[in-house]
């Protein structure tokens, strides 16, 4: 990993009215041992982070991230995050990014054991090279995520819906998928309908038609996905949030994983049945997501 820039921030409340967080932002060297060990991302992944794509010094959506970090702060009863002070610190870590493609990461945990204050910081290093998924594809296969379609809704306590830093399900899913032979993998409900990637947001085409699973089914709302959509209605196509049984992923005209630094990564298979790949509008959308984008 290549670092480039990393700030502790101290949070203040949602309703501070100072201007400048200058004093509260503290720059960190990533390779040198930063958090308390009694934190509670370490010990018990507890907390929600963002990652968001950095394009030539460019941070791509910050209003999206951070409409999702309030939300899912929200659900997990964390300290809503003050919106002035994150931008600025983003503005603070860009800043450092140069040239190319980077990886930002928000990160809030419900800070140290035993003490109320939550603990926040941003990362920023180089982004890994994604212009193979972007231009070969990716194959999936779909893996039971072991609940039905009205768990979140009955559970919230599970959080379904938030960007947790408990994330070692979703990595074990993807290795799950290498073993099959795959690139990734599609969560897909125990009574067969189509959730998320464990990184990213399905998109799929049937003709002039775009659907993407709906976000309440306990699955983070993607923003390159919301960014997608104006992009495509833009151009005309009609754009739907929908209920996707698992036979609509196999049978679509065409299907997408999209996520903010991966981008439009287009599918070539599910499953091992093989899937036609429409290169032009990929392309066409990853110009656009490589675009300055707020
Ligand atoms: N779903 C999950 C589980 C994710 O982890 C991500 C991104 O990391 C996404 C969807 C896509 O979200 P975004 O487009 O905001 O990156």
């Not at 998924?133 to 779909?142: M, N, P």
């Amino acid at each position: 990993m290549a670092w480039r820039s990393a700030l502790l921030i101290d949070p203040v409340a949602s309703d501070d009215r100072r201007g400048d967080f200058a004093d509260t932002f503290r720059p960190f060297d990533p390779e040198q041992p930063a958090l308390r060990v009694g934190d509670l991302s370490a010990q018990r992944g507890d907390g929600i982070f963002e990652s968001l794509g950095v394009i030539d010094g460019h941070p791509q959506e910050v209003g999206a991230h951070l409409d999702r970090l309030v939300h899912s702060a929200r659900l997990c009863d964390l300290p809503t995050p003050h919106l002035g002070q994150w931008r600025a610190a983003i503005a603070r870590v860009a800043a450092d990014a140069g040239a190319g493609e980077n990886v930002m990461k928000l990160l809030l945990s419900r800070g140290v054991e035993g003490q109320p204050v939550p603990t926040a910081w941003i990362t920023l290093a180089s982004a890994p090279d994604n212009t193979r998924s972007r231009h070969e594809g990716i194959d999936v296969v779909t893996l039971d995520r072991g609940h039905a379609l009205d768990v979140p809704a009955r559970a919230p306590w599970l959080q379904l819906g938030a960007k947790t830093l408990s994330y070692a399900v979703n990595m074990a899913a993807i290795r799950e998928a290498h073993r099959r032979g795959a690139d990734d993998a599609v969560f897909v409900t125990s009574d067969g309908f189509v959730l998320e990637a464990p990184t990213a947001t399905v998109l799929l085409r049937t003709g002039r038609r775009f659907v993407t699973p709906e976000p309440s089914a306990g699955i983070l709302h993607g923003t390159t996905q919301l960014s997608v959509f104006s992009y495509l209605e833009g151009r005309g196509f009609d754009t739907a949030y929908e209920t996707v049984p698992r036979a609509t992923l196999v049978e679509a005209d065409a299907a997408w994983l999209l996520s903010s630094v991966r981008l439009a990564a287009p599918v070539t298979a599910v499953d091992g049945a093989p899937k036609t790949v429409d290169r032009a509008l990929t392309d066409e959308m990853n110009a656009y997501l490589l675009s300055p984008r707020d």
